[in-house]
Nanobody, 115 residues
Framework: QVLLVESGGGLVQPGGSLRLSCAAS????????MGWYRQAPGKQRELVAS???????VYADSVKGRFTISRDSAKNTVYLQMNSLKPEDTAVYYC?????????WGQGTQVTVSS
């Protein structure tokens, strides 16, 4: 069994920053590409960033230059640093492998960007 727990979300003003964390119950980040996904009400879940076991990163055009994905293998944790946040970044954020595994989906963490 693999459990992924997201944390760090909250309410922030436009232009602000948040850092999300994804903690895994097992050491899976050493051999899997991991991603951060988000889903806003009425929209499909989308991949916003991913990181390989070799620390190669890929970002969606909508967040490129503003978000940074990283990992700490010793802590079995993946992070998403979000800067210059915009209202359109408002969503529930999830972590999972890339491609995702259905059993890995957790509850996510809510990010709300509003003035």
């Amino acid at each position: 069994q693999v459990l992924l727990v997201e944390s760090g979300g909250g309410l922030v003003q436009p232009g602000g920053s948040l850092r999300l964390s994804c903690a895994a119950s097992r050491s899976i980040f050493r051999f899997l590409t991991m991603g951060w996904y988000r889903q806003a009400p009425g929209k499909q879940r989308e991949l916003v960033a991913s990181i390989t076991s070799g620390d190669r990163t890929v970002y969606a055009d909508s967040v490129k230059g503003r978000f940074t994905i990283s990992r700490d293998s010793a802590k079995n944790t993946v992070y998403l640093q979000m800067n210059s946040l915009k209202p359109e970044d408002t969503a529930v954020y999830y972590c999972n492998s890339q491609p995702p595994v259905g059993e890995y989906w957790g509850q996510g963490t809510q990010v709300t960007v509003s003035s």
